[in-house]
């Protein structure tokens, strides 16, 4: 059993709609849990991260965190044809230097 | 601009031949890293440096190797004992900021192995 287990989809939604992408994993020890955003043939760019349990907010993005299901979420209110890329969740632990442990990425589409 | 840069963006290598990716940053971050992503398995960690001249191995280590001779260049041999180097390849390099480890990633590197 993998550390992160994430749908590779491909998620196809039109424009406007609300975007759910989630991860599940089974190491305790994560205590940072980040979003990526990868566009096709290009490096990842971090779009938001939290710390332990939780929602946190960015714009149209909301990542919400389930220590005791171990299941994290990123939604995408309002999501535009842009927003169609890879998304990769990723954990670490905390104190000292940690390995980042990456999900395989979400494949999304949002037709105009 | 701050940013990592890979170089070149597309690399065809002929079987038994090494090839070194290039990974330049100037962002003063001290931790520098290079992973693999092929479809379906996601980033492995293949070596990774937290300071000049030292590195470790990550998952996937065989076949690779890495010097760290400055902070800013953390090039990536592929050497021909790597069974399978056909991949996209990316560097990241991070700030210790306490406990959480943001990494930063460069434009990648293709590596085809004809």
């Known amino acids: 059993q993998k550390e992160v287990e994430q749908d590779p989809g491909p998620l196809s939604v039109p424009e406007g709609a609300i975007v759910s992408l989630n991860c599940t994993y089974s190491n305790s020890a994560f205590q940072y849990f980040m979003w990526y955003r990868q566009y096709s043939r290009k490096g990842p760019e971090l779009l938001m991260y939290t710390y332990s349990s939780g929602n946190k907010e960015d714009g149209r993005f909301t990542a919400q965190v389930d220590k005791s299901s171990k299941y994290i979420s990123l939604f995408i209110r309002d999501s535009q044809p842009s927003d169609s890329a890879t998304y990769l969740c990723?954990?670490?632990?905390?104190?000292?230097?940690?390995?980042?442990?990456f999900g395989t990425g979400t494949k999304l589409q949002v037709i105009p | 601009d701050g940013g990592i840069t890979q170089s070149p963006k597309y690399l065809f290598r002929k079987e038994g031949q090494n090839v070194t990716l290039s990974c330049e940053q100037n962002l003063n971050h001290d931790a520098m890293y290079w992973y693999r992503q092929d479809p379906g398995q996601g980033l492995r960690l293949i070596y990774y440096?937290?300071?000049?001249?030292?590195?470790q191995k990550g998952d996937i280590a065989e076949g690779y190797s890495v010097s760290r001779e400055k902070k800013e260049s953390f090039p990536l041999t592929v050497t021909s004992a790597q069974k399978n180097p056909t991949a996209f390849y990316l560097c990241a390099s991070s700030a210790y900021r306490g406990a959480y480890n943001e990494q930063f990633f460069g434009p990648g590197t293709r590596l085809t192995v004809l």
């Open positions: 990723a954990m670490s632990g905390s104190g000292g230097y940690q390995k980042v442990t």
């Open positions: 440096s937290q300071i000049v001249n030292d590195f």
